[in-house]
Antibody
Framework: QVQLQESGPGLVKPSGTLSLTCGVS?????????WSWVRQPPGKGLEWIGE???????NFNPSLKSRVTMSVDKSKNQFSLKMTSVTAADTAVYYC?????????????WGQGTMVTVSS | QSALTQPPSASGSPGQSVTISCTGT?????????VSWYQQHPGKAPKLMIY???KRPSGVPDRFSGSKSGNTASLTVSGLQAEDEGDYYC??????????FGGGTKLTVL
């Protein structure tokens, strides 16, 4: 079955760029699914960041749109998140997830999550 | 983009039923049948429990059920068991605003 695994630096400096990758195993990134990023600040709730399709089409949370880009690398069967101008408020566990159907549908498979701390 | 409103906490004794609400607007919960529910245990990733308002993924016990009326969706857990304790989050499609989550409800099995 499909499994997701996040990877990337656990520490990012303020005003820097957060870069994470989600590796997809047991299935193809080029399937009919969309792929998403969700984050969770320590002790707080979940926040949708955005979603990307293997064609490169993407949709973003309006509150983060100006700082976020997402991309897909079909050769490596993975997708990525970049977030610029980070602050302490971006400290969170970042999850990658598969969307069950069309954009807006449920997140049916999740990665284990990776903690990213923004600090100097 | 406002979060959906969930009660911060809910509780019930083993064997009892508990219902968690998730209130939005006509632009999200009320406007689409894309409401999902997730269970999260401490230090773990969320797990999908209900999708498209009332559908259960394979492997999720039928003790979990979902419904929607107007702008409010609900998750009902029947026959509460100790392992049902955890945080529960709803989410909904919100059109051009994308996806919005509820603030989460901590379910305690007494």
């Amino acid at each position: 079955q499909v499994q997701l695994q996040e990877s990337g630096p656990g520490l990012v400096k303020p005003s820097g760029t957060l870069s994470l990758t989600c590796g997809v195993s047991g299935g193809s990134i080029s399937s009919s699914n969309w792929w998403s990023w969700v984050r969770q600040p320590p002790g707080k709730g979940l926040e949708w960041i955005g979603e990307v399709y293997h064609s490169g089409s993407a949709n973003f949370n309006p509150s983060l749109k100006s700082r976020v880009t997402m991309s897909v690398d079909k050769s490596k069967n993975q997708f990525s998140l970049k977030m610029t101008s980070v602050t302490a408020a971006d400290t969170a566990v970042y999850y990658c997830a598969r969307i069950y159907g069309t954009p807006g549908d449920a997140f049916d498979i999740w990665g284990q999550g990776t903690m990213v701390t923004v600090s100097s | 983009q406002s979060a959906l409103t969930q009660p911060p906490s809910a509780s019930g004794s083993p064997g009892q039923s508990v219902t968690i609400s998730c209130t939005g607007t006509s632009s999200d919960v009320g406007g689409y049948n894309y409401v999902s529910w997730y269970q999260q245990h401490p230090g773990k990733a969320p797990k999908l429990m209900i999708y498209e308002v009332s559908k259960r993924p394979s492997g999720v016990p039928d003790r979990f059920s979902g419904s929607k009326s107007g702008n409010t969706a609900s998750l009902t857990v029947s026959g509460l068991q100790a392992e049902d304790e955890g945080d529960y989050y709803c989410n909904s499609y919100a059109g051009s605003s994308g996806v919005v989550f509820g603030g989460g409800t901590k379910l305690t099995v007494l």
